[in-house]
């Protein structure tokens, strides 16, 4: 199983909107509306920000949303805060019962 | 509200074994296919391995296969994670996940496999 692309890193100002991309195929995020993304501050346990592609969890703030074209699913933050700064990674089924992470995106903010 | 609360991390030295536990409450736990995700220093997330619900099936990734073994025990709502014939780079935070849902994750437990 290989990994879903993601950029490096990412950035924005305070305020600005920053998207990030994760690219698979058509045999994972193309495949299945079961895309999610994580949140991870450093040394603490990633936190699901996003689900089946475009759904927040209770708690999760509207500024962040999921949304997902082909084989690339995108998380877009708006309105950056200073507490967005993180490693982003998206995960994708991948059919029978396995899933696949992406390669995890550091934002920062400027 | 779920709940994982994973345990049985540790030191353990290469070609040792480790057992894993992953309790889980606030839901109907054989109800749902569970997974173990692990997180070497410094690196990405890995999927490691999961379970159906009622156990029967179970899959893993290529780096574990034939070394690391998913369980369940669904009257004492429990994952394990038997873990044999360690190495260095199964060195990780572990963490048992529902995936694909909105569940929140575990806070991990840390396995250094050392001499």
């Known amino acids: 199983q290989s990994a879903l692309t993601q950029p490096p890193s990412a950035s924005g100002s305070p305020g600005q909107s920053v998207t990030i991309s994760c690219t698979g195929t058509s045999s994972d995020v193309g495949g299945y509306n079961y895309v999610s993304w994580y949140q991870q501050h450093p040394g603490k346990a990633p936190k699901l920000m996003i689900y089946e592609v475009s759904k927040r969890p209770s708690g999760v703030p509207d500024r962040f949303s999921g949304s997902k074209s082909g084989n690339t699913a995108s998380l877009t933050v708006s309105g950056l805060q200073a507490e967005d700064e993180a490693d982003y990674y998206c995960?994708?089924?991948?059919?029978?019962?396995?899933?696949?992470f992406g390669t995890g995106t550091k934002v920062t903010v400027l | 509200e779920v709940q994982l609360l994973e345990s049985g991390g540790g030191l353990v030295q290469p070609g040792g074994s480790l057992r894993l536990s992953c309790a889980a409450s606030g839901f109907t736990f054989s109800n749902y296919a569970m997974n173990w995700v692990r997180q070497a220093p410094g690196k990405g997330l890995e999927w490691v391995s999961a379970?159906?619900?009622?156990?029967?099936?179970?899959y893993y990734a290529d780096s574990v296969e034939g070394r690391l073994t998913i369980s369940r025990d669904n009257s004492k709502n429990t994952l394990y994670l038997q873990m044999n014939s360690l190495r260095g780079e199964d060195t990780a935070v572990y963490y048992c996940?529902?995936?694909?849902?909105?569940?929140?994750w575990g806070q991990g437990t840390l396995v250094t496999v050392s001499s």
């Open positions: 996940a529902i995936l694909g849902t909105s569940s929140p």
């Open positions: 379970t159906t619900g009622s156990g029967d099936d179970t």
């Open positions: 995960s994708s089924y991948a059919g029978r019962i396995f899933y696949v």
